[in-house]
């Protein structure tokens, strides 16, 4: 009997969503980074066994908005679960629950038709009595909500443990269906969306903390170059921020800062697009974007 469905990984921010969402689809379709609110698309990884195809959304951390772009996210995270087979909720292990999770666990408590899973991520970080008492606490969670998990799972991501036992409890839970798609796809998402989100990836590391929210990136053309005997592709990227300050801050000494960044980026694209990428990266300045619908709209949001 073969299963396929919709699976939407909820959670805070820095919950471990992206990490556990790689690592189940065996490939890197999510970035990730110890920056809250990273994730700002649903993101579909594809999971197959011979039994069945999982769907992977990952979402972004649902979090208390401060800007217009944070509201819209959240707005973004309430609209998937609503349409998923199964909500899959990651609290981490070596964090004890606190009011952003029971924020969700109420919010997904009202979904009273959709089964809910609870994983336990980051279990790599805590020992065996830590873990017993954080999965008491989950299950009170929910028990607080009104509701029951339908499992507890948990795993460690960066290890592999107990990846498979997680999606063994998923996949009966989805409805009896074909593949939902084409078999060996890891992900629906576009070329250039997956490549600026590396790119985006690149520049969030080793940057200050006030930075990382003020960051967007749009593909402007990728073209393979011609007249090449070994292929190359071409990738114009603009990274945006919001104020002057942050843009040296970015570009750092020299353009020293935005060359790694340009490193970093192509060691990820490449791989995915399996060939040789050549970034050429600019940095331009849209003023306090994240309150402004129309550059909202005009970066992808």
Same mark, same amino acid.
């Given at each position: 009997m073969?299963?396929?469905?919709?699976?939407?990984? *909820?959670?805070?921010?820095?919950?471990?969503?992206?990490?556990?969402?790689?690592?189940?689809?065996? +490939?890197? $379709?999510?970035?990730?980074?110890?920056k809250?609110?990273?994730?700002? +698309?649903?993101?579909?990884?594809?999971?197959?066994?011979?039994?069945?195809? !999982?769907?992977?959304?990952?979402?972004?951390?649902?979090?208390?908005?401060?800007?217009?772009?944070?509201?819209?996210?959240?707005?973004? *995270?309430?609209?998937?679960?609503?349409e998923?087979?199964?909500?899959?909720?990651?609290?981490?292990?070596?964090?004890?629950?606190?009011?952003?999770?029971?924020?969700?666990?109420?919010?997904?408590? /009202?979904?009273?038709r959709?089964?809910? #899973?609870? #994983?336990l991520?980051? &279990?790599?970080? #805590?020992?065996?009595?830590? !873990? /017993? &008492?954080?999965?008491?606490?989950?299950?009170a969670?929910?028990?607080?909500?009104?509701?029951?998990?339908? +499992?507890?799972?948990?795993?460690?991501?960066?290890?592999?443990?107990?990846?498979?036992?997680?999606?063994?409890?998923?996949?009966?839970?989805m409805?009896?269906s074909?593949?939902?798609?084409?078999?060996?796809?890891?992900?629906?998402?576009?070329?250039?969306?997956?490549?600026?989100?590396?790119?985006?990836?690149?520049?969030?590391?080793?940057?200050?903390?006030?930075?990382?929210?003020s960051?967007?990136? *749009?593909?402007e053309?990728?073209?393979?170059?011609?007249?090449?005997?070994?292929?190359?592709?071409d990738?114009? /990227?603009?990274?945006?921020v919001?104020?002057?300050?942050?843009?040296?801050?970015?570009?750092?000494?020299?353009?020293?800062?935005?060359?790694?960044?340009? &490193?970093?980026?192509?060691?990820?694209?490449?791989?995915?697009?399996?060939?040789?990428?050549?970034?050429?990266?600019?940095?331009k $300045?849209?003023?306090?974007?994240?309150?402004?619908?129309?550059?909202?709209?005009?970066?992808?949001?």
């Amino acid at each position: 009997m073969y299963r396929a469905g919709f699976a939407c990984i *909820v959670g805070r921010p820095n919950a471990g969503k992206s990490t556990l969402t790689n690592a189940l689809v065996g +490939h890197k $379709v999510a970035i990730t980074s110890d920056k809250p609110q990273t994730t700002r +698309h649903t993101i579909r990884g594809l999971v197959h066994r011979d039994d069945g195809q !999982l769907v992977l959304v990952d979402t972004p951390g649902v979090h208390r908005p401060r800007t217009l772009l944070g509201e819209r996210l959240n707005e973004l *995270v309430r609209e998937t679960w609503a349409e998923v087979d199964v909500i899959v909720m990651c609290l981490p292990a070596d964090e004890a629950i606190g009011p952003g999770d029971r924020f969700i666990a109420g919010e997904i408590g /009202a979904m009273r038709r959709t089964p809910k #899973v609870a #994983v336990l991520t980051k &279990t790599d970080r #805590v020992d065996r009595a830590a !873990l /017993a &008492t954080r999965l008491l606490d989950v299950d009170a969670l929910a028990q607080e909500q009104g509701f029951a998990w339908e +499992h507890i799972v948990p795993v460690s991501a960066r290890d592999g443990v107990q990846l498979d036992d997680l999606v063994g409890a998923l996949l009966p839970l989805m409805p009896e269906s074909g593949p939902l798609y084409p078999l060996g796809e890891i992900t629906d998402e576009p070329e250039e969306a997956l490549v600026a989100e590396f790119i985006r990836e690149a520049a969030l590391d080793g940057v200050r903390d006030e930075l990382p929210h003020s960051i967007a990136v *749009v593909i402007e053309e990728m073209l393979p170059r011609e007249g090449r005997s070994e292929p190359l592709l071409d990738v114009y /990227a603009v990274l945006y921020v919001e104020r002057d300050s942050q843009k040296a801050i970015v570009i750092g000494r020299g353009g020293s800062r935005l060359r790694e960044v340009g &490193t970093r980026a192509r060691a990820a694209i490449e791989p995915l697009l399996g060939t040789r990428v050549h970034l050429d990266i600019r940095v331009k $300045v849209a003023k306090d974007w994240q309150q402004d619908p129309k550059q909202m709209r005009r970066l992808g949001f």
